[in-house]
């Protein structure tokens, strides 16, 4: 007669559930956003194609202010066209939501070690040379040539969301290469647009700014956790950056890089803190009701569960709902709106052409092929699970450059004719990658799974 085995704790997950749960969480957030998203893009380019087209682009263009004292001669003033704040305040809520996310994958996630990192940031690396040497290939010089940086991005929010339609049959290996890769390509991405599209500096501001971020790397230094001093001195970052002339949303990142992402007690004194508390509360406990005793007992282990969290994840908890579902598709209704008709004559132009096959063949090829070598040249070694036929599915994935995309094209052109014609290399660079890319993992992975049945 078999022993008895006690049943598990209903509830309690396994190991791989603890070790892979935030990240699954954290993935169908960003691809239920990622069909928002959609939505929202589909609104704009059929509302700025409408006969209330005029409307749509007023919207934008509409001025809202922001002052204190009196209105005619304020101690403080800020005037911007709603556009201008969705895409320098709001984009900033996103930029700090991507700065945790890159320190967290620094600190303990796929990029915390060489051997993990070497993967997705060569294949990062291809994935920005590649699609700007097409694009300089097809602009090599004059205004448009401003535009190299458009088609260097992945969009994680649209690239998971297409993972998201195939299901469970997508090797975890695959999504976690994928979302390293998009973070490293952020990485390069804010680089660019700090160094490359600044435009000109005003000292007095930076040193305010330097200011700033001494006082959060105090705040850092003496492990301060609550999140509201952060975000007071963010704010006065953003406004100094945003008068300095480098580009506000950079504060976004800077404050993240100074958020605390660690716990005020480890595991261990967590453990052995929190068992007295919830032998208390067991012991408390009559018929499934708890007593007094065990009420006083949750507010502790309530207590004891905020120290072993960050503020980092905290904080990210906290954003991605409101990045995912509010921020993006806002921006996206936005900046997704280009008036086709208008635009026609450019269709064939350099910009259109450089944008869309720098994200189609450039992502690709960069991506794909930086993997491949460093794969070959034993840097790294393919995700377990994960063939070459699925990572070139991925690669192609990667050519999904939509909100980076048009946030450096917004950058890159401003209110220029190219905005219009890079608008539509994107759109369309990006539905080409998205449908490729689909097909292209969803052969792989019936092929995969077929080999598998069939093999002893």
Request: proline fraction near 5%; glycine fraction near 10%.
């Amino acid at each position: 007669m078999a022993g008895h085995r006690s049943p598990k704790a209903p509830g309690k997950p396994t190991p791989a559930e603890r070790v892979l749960g935030p990240f699954t969480r954290f993935a169908e957030l960003e691809s239920s956003g990622g069909i928002l998203l959609v939505a929202c893009a589909l609104i704009a380019m059929i509302w700025a194609n409408s006969p209330w087209a005029e409307g749509y682009f007023e919207l934008w263009h509409t001025y809202l202010g922001v002052f204190i004292g009196d209105k005619a001669d304020p101690v403080f003033k800020m005037n911007m066209s709603l556009g201008h704040w969705i895409n320098d305040g709001l984009m900033a809520i996103f930029f700090f939501l991507v700065g945790l996310e890159i320190k967290r994958e620094v600190m303990v996630g796929e990029l915390a070690s060489f051997r993990k990192a070497s993967l997705p940031l060569m294949a990062a690396l291809g994935g920005v040379i590649l699609p700007a040497l097409i694009y300089f290939a097809f602009n090599p010089s004059g205004e448009a040539a401003r535009g190299w940086g458009i088609p260097m991005a992945t969009d994680i929010a649209f690239a998971l969301g297409i993972l998201a339609l195939l299901g469970s049959r997508v090797p975890i290996g695959l999504k976690v290469f994928l979302t390293a890769l998009a973070i490293a390509d952020d990485i390069m991405a804010v680089l660019v647009i700090a160094v490359f599209y600044t435009t000109e500096l005003q000292v007095n501001y930076l040193l305010g700014c330097g200011a700033v971020m001494f006082g959060l790397w105090l705040f850092s230094m003496i492990k301060l956790r609550s999140i509201v001093p952060y975000f007071l001195l963010g704010a006065i970052l953003w406004y100094l950056m945003y008068k300095s002339g480098v580009h506000a949303t950079i504060a976004g990142i800077l404050v993240a890089m100074m958020i605390p992402a660690k716990p005020r007690i480890g595991a261990k004194a967590f453990t052995e803190l929190t068992q007295d508390l919830i032998e208390v509360f067991s012991g408390e406990v009559d018929d499934d009701e708890p007593m007094p005793g065990a009420h006083r007992a949750v507010p502790e282990l309530g207590a004891r569960i905020e120290q072993v969290d960050t503020p980092l994840h905290r904080i990210e908890r906290v954003l991605h709902p409101w990045v995912a579902f509010f921020i993006m598709p806002v921006f996206a209704l936005a900046n997704a709106g280009v008036a086709f008709g208008g635009s026609a004559s450019g269709l064939g132009s350099p910009v259109v052409l450089g944008v869309s096959l720098g994200l189609v063949a450039g992502k690709f090829f960069g991506i794909w092929g930086f993997a491949w070598l460093s794969v070959k040249l034993n840097f790294a070694s393919l995700p377990k699970g994960v063939n070459w036929q699925m990572l070139r599915g991925t690669a192609m994935l990667g050519g999904i450059g939509f909100t980076m995309s048009l946030f450096v094209a917004n950058l890159a052109f401003g209110e220029d004719s190219f905005l219009g014609q890079s608008k539509i290399g994107i759109l369309a660079g990006s539905l080409v990658a998205a449908v490729v890319g689909l097909l292209v993992l969803k052969s792989s992975l019936h092929k995969a799974q077929r080999e598998e049945a069939t093999s002893p």
